[in-house]
């Protein structure tokens, strides 16, 4: 009787059949595998996990394997690397007097050249991507060709703007910043708040306010609100909207009203970038940090990290710091290059040399980034057959992330990238960029460009607002290089792309309502690469693309600079009274 008032044991057979599979997959985690832990990240474990069973096994297996036989590269950061007069630490600045001086970093390729400032597309800032403005007020004070800037004959060297952005930087030879264009978010720094400052304006930099002495600014970006530079000691310094985060200064103030340090940056930094509201920037060892915005992903975290802040609304893990980011991958060895959207595209897997990758160059578009690879040191005594094989394999990679609209990330497929993805062109035919490798990225608001050493350009994404098709992965612009055209400057507006070249020669396309294309009232736009022939026999030193302009240094070193340069029109000063009388632009 009492075997008969024990309590039967039920064992459910749906319950065994899932301790002999989680056994099954125990015992598989212990069996030896190539994948090294270091590379292992929570976001990748639901696609392993997945891929355990059936053929998907073998090729997640073949692709790990391809992966993590990849040697630590040797990286060449020279042109990272600051000169040794302007390597003071910045421990020391506070008892350190600075000094003006024209020292740059070398990589500006060039550092030595100089030249005067020239602008195609609108002059009234305040005016440009407002519907609510009339076409005549838009016309009168477009320039549909490029003219030159009076600024007291001052020479510059660099000339900074974005897709995003109204207004503009440019640096001259001493290390000067001038700023023009909008101001409305005190992007300027320093100035108070204006629809728009006309003409280009001295600006006041960060020891200007405390010293007897000016800072020496080595580069800028900017971003549609904000604005960032980088001085002579490796500093970098914001300004401007900061709505979520985008100045990096480690603070939730909304405006950043003048120039104030960013935080997070571990070493001197080299290279920044801005997209419309994030920004990334490289130090002098060749890592790479972002700050901003993550709502597609441009952070490069591997998230975005969104939540409900009210009804309706959403909002997302925003950085108000810069943070370093690593978290490099790939698509696979299998990943198919002809095909514009396949499941092997979709999946990605970690780089077992993430944690070593330096890179070279960075660029932004609206909502999307780019980044090279910096080259290899790989040494030239080698055999010729395992020089080929090493120079192959060290061949840079080409990486992009954020919004993937248009196909401006180049993968073949419109998806958004949370973590840097290498390109497979670049990456899988080594044999194409051995002797020819990626130098320098470029981007437009939803397109993307790479300068090979060659001068060679390639171009994905799109940039014409019109039906015009998408391209979803790099192609070369054959109109340059079967022409004999070396590209030494590319630049992406919202909705043009502008191509400098070695000889003299400026090329453009897209569309320019403003004018900024350069090619006079009767020319707007045009699909494909045209001469601007206003600039036949101008020197560029220096190319930027704004939100309804573009901007030139135009070099004046000799007699013939400065007979193209006379060819040019110059913006008179009754044009600009007229334009601060009409729209309260201020001076």
């Avoid at 004999?484 to 000889?503: C, E, F, L, P, R």
Wanted: glycine share 8%; hydrophobic share 30%; charged share 20%.
């Amino acid at each position: 009787n009492n075997n008969n008032n024990k309590p039967k044991v039920v064992t459910s057979t749906a319950w065994a059949d899932f301790l002999t599979e989680a056994k099954e997959e125990e015992e598989e985690e212990k069996q030896p595998t190539t994948i090294t832990t270091t590379t292992t990240t929570t976001l990748e474990q639901p696609m392993k996990k997945r891929s355990r069973r059936g053929d998907n096994k073998k090729e997640e297996t073949e692709s790990s394997t391809t992966t993590t036989t990849s040697k630590i590269r040797n990286y060449d950061l020279s042109s990272l690397k600051m000169s040794k007069t302007t390597t003071a630490k910045k421990k020391s600045k506070t008892t350190t007097t600075k000094t003006k001086t024209t020292t740059i970093m070398h990589n500006n390729n060039n550092n030595n050249k100089s030249g005067v400032l020239v602008q195609a597309g609108t002059l009234d800032a305040s005016s440009v991507g407002r519907i609510k403005v009339s076409s005549s007020a838009q016309r009168s004070f477009d320039l549909s060709l490029p003219h030159v800037l009076p600024v007291r004959n001052i020479l510059f060297r660099e000339v900074i703007s974005s897709c995003n952005a109204a207004h503009a930087l440019a640096i001259d030879v001493n290390g000067n910043l001038y700023g023009w264009g909008r101001n409305e978010s005190q992007q300027l720094g320093g100035m108070a708040a204006s629809p728009c400052v006309s003409r280009p304006f001295l600006l006041e930099t960060p020891s200007s306010s405390s010293s007897s002495s000016c800072v020496v600014v080595k580069t800028a970006a900017v971003g549609k609100y904000h604005s960032m530079m980088i001085d002579s000691e490796g500093e970098l310094f914001a300004v401007g909207g900061n709505k979520v985060g985008q100045c990096g200064v480690k603070s939730n103030i909304e405006l950043i009203t003048s120039w104030k340090a960013c935080v997070g940056i571990e070493s001197n930094v080299s290279q920044i970038a801005c997209g419309e509201a994030f920004a990334v920037a490289l130090d002098e060892d060749g890592y790479m940090y972002t700050a901003g915005s993550s709502e597609f992903g441009q952070t490069g975290t591997g998230e975005t990290g969104e939540y409900f802040v009210a009804a309706n609304k959403l909002a997302f893990a925003n950085s108000i710091q810069f943070q370093k980011q690593q978290g490099f991958h790939s698509g696979g060895p299998n990943e198919n290059l002809y095909k514009a959207d396949n499941t092997l595209n979709k999946k990605k897997f970690p780089l077992d040399d993430a944690r070593q990758i330096r890179l070279a160059s960075i660029a932004c578009g609206k909502h999307h980034a780019i980044a090279i690879e910096a080259p290899s040191s790989s040494s030239s005594s080698s055999s010729s057959s395992s020089s080929q094989q090493q120079q192959e394999q060290f061949s840079p990679r080409v990486f992009t992330w954020g919004c993937g609209n248009y196909g401006c990330l180049g993968h073949g497929i419109q998806a958004d990238e949370y973590f840097p993805r290498s390109i497979a062109i670049f990456s899988q035919q080594a044999t194409v960029f051995r002797n020819n490798p990626p130098v320098t990225a470029a981007a437009g608001a939803t397109c993307s460009m790479v300068l090979t050493q060659s001068g060679h350009v390639y171009y994905w994404g799109k940039h014409k607002s019109n039906n015009a098709e998408s391209v979803m992965r790099p192609q070369l612009l054959n109109e340059l290089a079967h022409n004999g055209h070396v590209a030494s400057h590319a630049a992406g507006g919202n909705q043009s792309v502008v191509i400098a070249t070695q000889n003299a020669v400026t090329i453009a396309w897209g569309q320019g309502p403003h004018g900024e294309l350069g090619l006079g009232k009767a020319k707007k736009s045009s699909s494909k690469p045209i001469f601007v022939s206003a600039l036949d026999k101008c020197r560029c030193v220096s190319l930027a693309c704004g939100y309804g302009n573009s901007y030139w240094i135009v070099q004046k070193e000799d007699d013939d600079d400065e007979a193209a340069i006379q060819e040019l029109d110059t913006v008179s000063d009754e044009t600009f009274l007229e334009l601060e009388e009409k729209s309260g632009c201020g001076k």
